[in-house]
């Protein structure tokens, strides 16, 4: 008898967040500072969908819905690129060059994050961090055996990270 997988996919309009970030590259150069409005996924890959074992969407939703108001209006910076370097900076001001360059923005402005880069690839692997911590009593169900951050910053334009569990 054959095995199946179910998928169950939250992933809404209203979930998403605009922000400012720089792409750096491999060599040394980066993308001028510019924002999107990204698009936040996730989907969670159960065993078994029967009654019994349904899996309210509220706590989801929430946690989707809350991450993009942490992340909203801000400028991202991954602080384990080696080419962010943290400058001395008046009292409100966070100073920092980036490749080189130089910016001083207000601190209200800036998220920095422990990623090596702002791209969709290590921002879909460090939300599946961030929502497996806020929804570990729904990933520890027996019936769910894995899931996945999805990260879009234009419609078909994304990144996933999928984690499995079992």
């Avoid at 605009?18 to 060599?27: G, R």
């Avoid at 996730?42 to 819905?65: C, G, N, R, W, Y």
């Avoid at 899931?147 to 234009?154: L, N």
Wanted: glycine fraction near 4%.
């Amino acid at each position: 008898m054959p095995t199946r997988r179910y998928v169950i996919e939250v992933a809404r309009e209203q979930y998403k967040f605009s922000c400012a970030h720089m792409t750096v590259f491999p060599d040394g150069s980066k993308e001028r500072l510019h924002g999107h409005n990204y698009q936040l996924g996730f989907t969670l890959e159960v065993s078994d969908v029967s009654l019994p074992h349904m899996i309210p969407f509220a706590d989801i939703k929430q946690a989707l819905a809350d991450q993009c108001a942490a992340w909203k209006e801000r400028v991202l910076l991954a602080t384990a690129n080696p080419r962010y370097v943290v400058l001395p900076a008046a009292a409100g001001q966070h100073d920092f060059t980036l490749c080189g360059a130089r910016y001083s923005l207000p601190v209200e402005d800036v998220l920095e994050l422990p990623i090596d880069n702002i791209a969709v690839e290590p921002l879909a692997n460090h939300l599946a961090d961030l929502l497996a911590a806020r929804l570990a009593p729904v990933l520890a169900l027996p019936i769910v055996t894995g899931y996945q951050v999805s990260v879009h910053e234009h419609p078909g334009q994304g990144a996933r990270c999928a984690v499995s569990l079992r």
